[in-house]
């Protein structure tokens, strides 16, 4: 349900999750165990009780760990250079690579491999995460209740992923797609006459992708005509798959929508002006205008439309199941919109290192 060109990611929705603990006032320095665990006293019931802290997340959570002494030392959290917000997580790329992931984690989606190391982009999924290393290679953790965390022993290198609900599709190096997980309408079975592609973006059971020479192909489900490219569409900058529609941007900045319009996501404003990207989410579309504006359009039951005032230019945004994410032009991190389960709520270390 989302993405910018090769930024993609998407979101669904799930009724579950865990009880978790937010670290009140982080600060500068975080407080980093010698293994993952530490004590909390709760004020329930006056008893002490074990956490895991993930510093991924940026929370504590219910743990059977054994507890064992901190030490204090620096953590440089760095400015962002691109998010993807997911169902009800959110995960965002750092200027030195490093990936933070937070909200969700009931099924490890914000658990950020140990030795993961510097990564070149992540799209968050509906209960799942991938993300393209520095050497190409793809990592994907989480729910994989679908195969859709099941990367292909011989995929080799890639540049660009896309984490929908139970599929994923990834760009290879020499530009081929390859598709793996949830299939019961065809999201993953390329075209054999593809060729290769620029970027993808996965949406609930379909996937779109901008071929070589701009022209966009979809493919898988198409009941409501989310992969119906209109004949005259031309060559497209980006593209969002969302839900049951998709997005796209031409090279002519003009925004076309087509697929289903039942909530609202296809009601492109008048007048909107050059769009350089999108990202759509379950009901609600974010677009960046030429001059850095965000603009977003849709139901706005969660405040996933309401854009911040004092937002100013973006150079990327990521719309969530209903939240939404952008990163600035200086690099801040902001989201708005739902956030029961945390998916808004930016690690205190990282907005302190924004605002530095």
């Not at 209109?230 to 002519?252: C, E, F, I, N, Q």
Request: hydrophobic share 35%; aromatic share 6%; charged share 15%.
């Amino acid at each position: 349900m989302l993405s910018l060109a090769s930024r993609a990611a998407l979101q669904s929705v799930h009724p579950l999750r865990p009880v978790c603990h937010r670290v009140p006032n982080l600060g500068a320095h975080v407080a980093l165990p010698s293994h993952p665990c530490m004590c909390r006293r709760s004020s329930r019931d006056g008893r002490s009780r074990s956490f895991r802290f993930s510093l991924s997340s940026g929370k504590l959570q219910s743990s059977s760990c054994h507890c064992r002494n901190c030490a204090t030392e620096p953590t440089d959290f760095g400015r962002v250079l691109s998010v993807s917000a997911g169902q009800a997580h959110t995960c965002a790329v750092q200027a030195d690579g490093q990936l933070v992931c937070f909200g969700d984690n009931y099924f490890g989606q914000c658990d950020v491999p140990a030795d993961l190391g510097p990564v070149l982009t992540a799209s968050a999924g509906y209960k799942h995460t991938c993300a393209v290393r520095a050497d190409g290679q793809l990592v994907c953790f989480g729910g994989n209740f679908l195969g859709q965390c099941a990367v292909p022993g011989d995929l080799g290198r890639v540049v660009s992923v896309s984490a929908s609900y139970g599929h994923t599709c990834a760009v290879q190096a020499d530009g081929q797609l390859v598709c793996f997980g949830h299939n019961p309408n065809k999201q993953c079975d390329v075209p054999a006459d593809l060729g290769p592609v620029l970027a993808v973006s996965t949406g609930f059971n379909h996937a779109c992708a901008v071929q070589a020479d701009g022209q966009l192909a979809c493919f898988g489900s198409n009941w409501l005509k989310q992969c119906s490219v209109p004949a005259k569409l031309g060559p497209v900058l980006a593209v969002s798959a969302a839900y049951r529609d998709t997005h796209a941007v031409r090279s002519d900045g003009q925004l076309v929508c087509f697929g289903d319009r039942s909530r609202r996501q296809r009601d492109v404003p008048s007048g909107l002006g050059p769009a350089v990207a999108v990202s759509t989410g379950a009901r609600h579309t974010c677009v960046v205008l030429s001059d850095g504006q965000l603009v977003c359009f849709g139901q706005n039951r969660r405040g996933e439309c309401k854009v911040p005032a004092d937002l100013g230019p973006v150079s990327s945004v990521s719309a969530g199941y209903d939240h939404t994410c952008a990163v600035t032009a200086d690099g801040r991190l902001v989201c708005f919109g739902e956030s029961r389960s945390g998916q808004c709520d930016v690690p205190e270390p990282l907005k302190i290192q924004n605002e530095v």
